[in-house]
């Protein structure tokens, strides 16, 4: 059953944006194996947010996850009728030449500078730096056989899952690396025509979330699949994460070459309350005409 469903489900029209059935058919997958990640208390997740003309932001709630009432489009793991907290993050114990920049890959997936690649322009972005205090297990996306070679940690968990699936049965074996690897190459979709491309890595993950993880945890496809992504539901970040420190940063892009640069800071020790970014210190920050005069 779970092979027809998988046909089917590649032979959708998804410009007709057929969310029954896609929700039908990833049911039909039924029970199969898995890799769950958990986020243990201190590990480090980073969003960004880019900020609207003249708007700066100083609550909690601006820099979290988008308000149900915004949020109307399919994403990768998120849905109009589930929004999620998206950040990015740097898996643990990677090898020395890898990227280790989470706020690069939160960057590259928030910024339309660089996910949509224009030449030139300027960009501000809000980033935000927030602590798991309780544990958050997700589901993670490893089974992209292209990706384990960009990331040691990919290749890690890509190995131990398939030494894992030889302890199930066969049938088991066979039908859960299928839909895994199904839902991996969902998840590293590129292209993007439009948000109905992502409806069904999108539903997958809200049918996950219902189910006994708190969302997912994939590669960033726009970091070249070196960083991971989170998508965690709102009632678990808000029950589960601290934000600490926000800060502005500028980015600039003239062809080739890309510049952030340091704008304001806060460290935030009450979350509840409002925070106030004030100026970085000038060691910190080269401002606009240096930057666009040296290049």
Request: glycine share 4%; hydrophobic share 40%.
């Amino acid at each position: 059953m779970h092979r027809d469903a998988i046909a089917q489900l590649k032979a959708l029209d998804l410009t007709t944006y057929p969310k029954n059935e896609i929700h039908t058919l990833i049911r039909q997958f039924g029970k199969f194996g898995a890799v769950a990640m958990d986020l243990h208390p201190g590990k480090v997740l980073i969003r960004a947010r880019p900020n609207e003309a003249g708007k700066t932001f100083s609550l909690r709630s601006d820099l979290s996850y988008k308000p149900p009432k915004y949020n109307t489009t399919y994403q990768r793991a998120s849905t109009p009728d589930q929004t999620m907290f998206y950040a990015g993050t740097i898996p643990e114990n990677i090898r020395i030449d890898e990227l280790d920049n989470a706020r690069l890959i939160a960057t590259l997936e928030a910024s339309h500078l660089l996910r949509d690649n224009i030449p030139d322009g300027e960009q501000l972005i809000t980033f935000s730096k927030w602590v798991v205090v309780k544990d958050i297990r997700l589901f993670a996306v490893c089974y992209h056989r292209d990706f384990t070679e960009n990331s040691s940690h990919t290749h890690e968990l890509y190995n131990a899952y398939h030494a894992w699936t030889k302890t199930l049965s066969d049938e088991l074996r066979e039908k859960s690396i299928e839909v895994t690897e199904f839902m991996a190459n969902e998840f590293a979709k590129m292209p993007i025509r439009g948000d109905f491309d992502y409806m069904i890595s999108a539903i997958f993950t809200e049918i996950m979330a219902r189910g006994k993880t708190d969302g997912v945890y994939f590669p960033s496809v726009r970091a070249g699949a070196q960083g991971y992504n989170v998508a965690i539901v709102p009632e678990v970040a808000d029950s589960c994460l601290k934000l600490v420190a926000a800060g502005e940063c500028t980015i600039y892009k003239k062809g080739a070459e890309t510049f952030v640069d340091n704008e304001t800071v806060c460290l935030i020790k009450d979350d509840t309350s409002p925070f106030k970014l004030v100026p970085v210190d000038p060691a910190f920050h080269e401002g606009r005409d240096k930057i666009l005069n040296a290049r």
